[in-house]
Each structure stands twice: as structure tokens, then as C-alpha cells.
């Protein structure tokens, strides 16, 4: 088994653990909307969580690679670097998009759930 499938068996024993407390409740909630309202919370944070690890880790791969390929050829240097730019610009723009998803998530919810 390769790292990454330890991790990740990691990731979602972690994962189970913590939620066994949330089932764990019994069904005499009289409120659901603040229930829903807690879920949209959680869901907005694992959202932006999630958009910022993955673009972490391809900023990360994306300036590497280029780096590889300038070393490798010094003449291209200028083409590798716009394209490493452009490829960065176009990784953070899908990050601030995942951030304005899971806002809309947290206040489309509260209007909707909180009296």
C-alpha cells in the first residue's frame, strides 16, 4: 500500500471518528432549520478546505515542474515562466472560486434557516 492510501485510510478513519458524536443524537431536535443552517456551515468550510489544499498542492506541482523544465532547458525560460504564471493564475482564480461557492452556501442558508 503507497503512502497516499495510508493517508487517505487515514483521512476517513478520522473522519468516521468524528462523526459518530452526530449520530449519536437522538431524533427529539423540534428545530431543523438551525440543524440544516449547521450542515451549510460545515459544508462552506469543507468546500473552501478542500479548494485550498488541492490548489496548494497543484501550485506547488505547477511551479516544480516548471522549474524542472527551465533547469533543463535555460532557452525556454521565458515561455516556461508565462505559461507557469498563467497556469498559477488560473489554480487561484478556481480557489477564490470554491471561497465565493461556499459563502453563497453559508448566507443563502442564513437568510433562509435563522429567524
Same mark, same amino acid.
Given at each position: ?11 476517513? $478513519?478520522?473522519?468516521?471518528? @468524528? ?8 431524533? !427529539? ?10 450542515? @451549510? ?16 498542492? @497543484? ?8 522549474? !524542472? ?12 515562466? $508565462?505559461? @507557469?504564471? $498563467? ?29
Amino acid at each position: 500500500m503507497t503512502k497516499k492510501f495510508k493517508t487517505l485510510g487515514l483521512l476517513v $478513519f478520522l473522519l468516521v471518528i @468524528a462523526s459518530v458524536p452526530m449520530f449519536a443524537q437522538t431524533e !427529539d431536535v423540534t428545530d431543523n432549520r438551525a440543524t440544516l443552517y449547521m450542515w @451549510a456551515l460545515i459544508v462552506g468550510g469543507a468546500v473552501i478546505a478542500i479548494a485550498s489544499a488541492a490548489g496548494a498542492y @497543484a501550485q506547488s506541482k505547477a511551479i516544480s515542474t516548471a522549474l !524542472d523544465g527551465i533547469s533543463r532547458n535555460p532557452g525556454a525560460a521565458p515561455h516556461i515562466r $508565462f505559461l @507557469a504564471i $498563467f497556469g498559477l493564475v488560473l489554480i487561484e482564480t478556481l480557489v477564490i472560486y470554491a471561497l465565493l461557492i461556499s459563502i453563497m452556501i453559508i448566507m443563502i442558508n442564513w437568510g433562509n434557516y435563522v429567524n
